[in-house]
Every structure is written in C-alpha cells, then in structure tokens.
C-alpha cells in the first residue's frame, strides 16, 4: 500500500508552546518526496517543505523544523513557540516515484493554538 | 513559484446544474492536476488534465461527471456536471512546473462549492 497516516486529527495547545505533527508513511517506491502543505481558514494550500527520500537531513526553518527518518518511514514537522497564526489544518503527503506526481495526502491534523 | 488563479472563487448552485471552473497559471507548466476536498476531509485526486488530450481520471471519478479540457500549456477547466449536494466541496487545481524542482506542485486558491 501506499500512504499516509497522520493519527492526530486535532491538536490544541496554548501559545509559545512547542508542537510536533506526526506523519507516517507507506510506499514500495525506493525514490519518493515528502511533503507539508498548510491550509488557513481562509482555504488555500501553502506548500512548507518538500524532501527526497535520499535526504534524510532534518531541516530548520525558523520555528519550523521536520524531522525524517527512513527506519521509521516518518516525516514529523514541529512548530517551536507556536503562535495564533499558525492555526491551520496541516497535510502531510507523499510522492512515490512511479506515480507520475500524483499526490498522497494524510488525512491532516487541525492545529489549534490559544491565545 | 508559479502564481496560479482559480474562477470563480466560490459559488452556490443549484442541483442539477453544471460549473465549470477554470484554472489560470502564469507561466506554462507540464503537469496540472484537479483535486476535491470535501468538508472536514483531506485532498483526493479527480484526474490529471492532459494538454491536447483526453484527462486521466482516478478510480472514482468519471468523465461524463467531471470533464476536464487543457487547451495549453497555461489553463485547464473542471466541469461539475449534474450537481448534488454531495459535490459540495473545494476544488483545487495544482501544477507542477517545468524548470523548477522535480515534484514540487503548488496549488491554486481554491474554488468552494456548495450545492442546494
């Protein structure tokens, strides 16, 4: 099978806390890409991060940060000091290499953030 | 990035109509892509909108339901055809551009449907 499973539907915690997403995957594709997409209220898709299956560097983005490792076929996005903006739904998602850029999405995991 | 456009934006129509949407991008690109995302729900595929060609539909999802056209290399419109209430969802096309980095697709804004 391939896909992605983010088992945290909601989250909420209060500003300035610390908040780590879960993404966990399945393919039988050796080649991928991994994603996170952000989505406001307001409905668009923000694209945050893409990463290769060959990259297994984590990656710091200002008070974003992902973590990913292959042993686990996890790809985890923490929000350092979150704040009220970043309340959004986040998806996860997944590209195996043979599937023409079609892409999986996680089911997604709503974040909200209290003032 | 590419800088992609969706018309309309919203609408309220009525069962049994049709809306077609289009999707503009301003620069030409060699992959677009229509997805639904119904209320409360992740993203699904419908199809992949083929320039010159007939779209490729994911399981599920029909032409007759949802025809596609792709003139170019820059636009592509979604047909929802026959409308019920369960059509009420946000459709979303995406691109992935020639040029830029393998596989990374943006998305256009979104246009939300519900259906009476």
């Known amino acids: 099978a391939q896909k992605v499973t983010q088992a945290q539907t909601e989250i909420s915690v209060v500003e300035k806390e610390d908040v780590t997403l879960d993404c966990v995957y399945e393919?039988?594709?050796?080649?991928?890409?991994l994603f996170w997409y952000k989505q406001p209220p307001s409905g668009e898709l923000v694209f945050l991060i893409r990463?290769?299956?060959?990259?297994?560097q984590n990656e710091i983005s200002g008070r974003y940060s992902w973590n990913f490792q292959k042993s686990t076929s996890s790809f985890n996005f923490t929000i350092t000091a979150s704040q009220v903006v970043d309340s959004a739904v986040y998806f996860c998602?997944?590209?195996?290499?043979?599937?023409?850029?079609?892409?999986?999405f996680g089911s997604g995991t709503r974040l909200s953030i209290r003032p | 990035s590419a800088v992609i456009s969706q018309k309309p934006s919203r609408d309220i129509c009525q069962r049994g109509t049709s809306l077609t949407i289009q999707c503009q991008v301003d620069?030409?690109?060699?992959?677009m892509f229509w997805y639904r995302q119904q209320p409360g729900q992740s993203l699904t595929l419908i199809a992949t909108?083929?320039?010159?060609?007939?779209?490729?539909?994911e399981s599920g999802f029909v032409i007759d339901k949802f025809p596609i056209s792709r003139p170019n290399l820059t636009f592509s419109t979604l047909t929802v055809s026959n409308m019920s209430p369960e059509d009420s969802s946000i459709y979303l096309c995406?691109?992935?551009?020639?040029?830029?980095?393998?596989?990374?697709?943006?998305f256009g804004p979104g246009t939300r449907l519900t259906v009476l």
């Open positions: 995406s691109v992935e551009a020639a040029g830029i980095s393998y596989n990374e697709q943006f």
């Open positions: 393919t039988r594709d050796t080649t991928y890409y």
């Open positions: 990463r290769n299956s060959f990259d297994e």
């Open positions: 998602a997944l590209i195996p290499y043979s599937s023409a850029s079609k892409i999986i």
């Open positions: 620069s030409q690109v060699t992959m």
């Open positions: 909108a083929n320039q010159g060609s007939e779209a490729t539909y």
